[in-house]
């Protein structure tokens, strides 16, 4: 478990030169961000060495929980699970394991990150914004649930601008399936989204829906606006 305190400094221009980052060769359980200002903007990574250590003691891999309450918001921080050599751009492998939970709670929201993993099983964002984040798996995506998922980073400025597509900067990829994204209470919108899926989508639900691109290979379960 891990507490940042006042908070983790972002990284420039969300390459690997860090001002702050927290990484595990292993499992990160647990790392919380407490308070307004108090915001995670570093890099986090729980990534994978096979060693013959790691393998023969079962080591689990990849990123637990990330937690961010009391007004505190993950604002452009890179969450990967990529292994090292990877991440570092010397070659080698890519993501390597899971993320299981981004929780944000009391007002914080989810801006302008990069997020990647084989499997992320759950976004939770309440009383806060999805904004402006570039999700990929290289599976399933479980459940993605904010107020509003919306894109408002003003792709002109310096601090706007994406690393990875200037012009979509609200993505949505997975090679596997979404099981559902939906505003809580469906008391929100939903805008200016792309998703983009190889397998099934489950849900998508909201009080409104505007501006989204949905490309699914495979199947539709459901779209529904209020």
């Given at each position: 478990f891990i507490n940042v305190g006042d908070g983790l400094l972002p990284n420039v221009n969300k390459g690997p030169n860090l001002q702050?980052?927290?990484f595990a060769v292993g499992q990160?359980?647990?790392?919380?961000?407490?308070g307004e200002g108090h915001d995670?903007?570093?890099?986090?990574?729980?990534?994978?060495?096979d060693t013959l250590n790691n393998v023969q003691n079962n080591v689990d891999y990849g990123i637990g929980k990330l937690e961010a309450r009391n007004g505190a918001n993950i604002w452009g921080a890179v969450i990967s699970t990529e292994d090292f050599s990877n991440y570092w751009g010397t070659g080698g492998g890519g993501v390597v394991a899971d993320i299981n939970e981004i929780k944000l709670s009391g007002g914080g929201d989810l801006v302008d990150n990069i997020i990647r993993?084989?499997?992320v099983n759950r976004v939770d964002v309440k009383d806060g914004v999805w904004d402006a984040n570039f999700l990929e798996v290289t599976t399933n995506?479980?459940?993605?649930r904010?107020?509003?998922f919306r894109?408002?980073?003003?792709?002109?400025?310096e601090e706007g601008t994406n690393f990875f597509a200037a012009d979509n900067q609200n993505v949505i990829l997975a090679s596997g399936n979404l099981d559902q994204i939906e505003t809580n209470k469906r008391a929100g919108d939903i805008r200016d989204l792309l998703i983009d899926l190889q397998g099934d989508i489950g849900k998508v639900r909201a009080y409104s829906i505007d501006g989204?691109?949905?490309?699914v290979d495979n199947n539709v379960g459901q779209v529904d606006a209020k």
């Open positions: 702050a980052g927290i990160l359980e647990h790392v919380l961000a407490d995670l903007r570093g890099a986090i990574g729980g990534r994978a060495i993993a084989i499997n995506i479980g459940t993605l904010a107020d509003h894109d408002t980073t003003d792709t002109t400025s989204l691109l949905l490309f």
